[in-house]
């Protein structure tokens, strides 16, 4: 059955030649670090996606419901802008932030 999939996904993708592909070029005397320091996390902007939130929708890989979220939205808020504004500011993604359900589906 592994087989039959795998010829299947196989045929339908094209193989592109890496050969060809254009070098990136990025900003002569600028880092991505200095670009992101650039960027300062508002409460506000934490604050709007949290509220954004479909309260409906299942929770993620770290079993925190959205409804729960919102609700719990006015303590958690600073923590998250000091969270998510030290990720910027080092240039890195705490690990479980990597994590997430992917469902394949059907078109």
Do not use: C
Request: no cysteine.
């Amino acid at each position: 059955m592994a087989e039959q999939i795998n010829t299947y996904f196989g045929s339908v993708f094209t193989n592109e030649d890496t050969n060809q592909i254009p070098e990136m070029l990025g900003n002569a005397g600028f880092s991505e670090r200095e670009e992101l320091k650039e960027i300062n996390i508002r409460r506000e902007m934490v604050l709007g996606k949290l509220m954004g939130l479909k309260a409906d929708k299942s929770p993620g890989p770290d079993n925190l419901h959205p409804k729960v979220l919102k609700e719990v939205v006015l303590e958690i808020m600073d923590a998250l802008v000091v969270i998510f504004q030290d990720s910027i500011d080092s240039g890195t993604v705490p690990a479980d932030w990597r994590v997430a359900y992917v469902t394949p589906l059907f078109k």
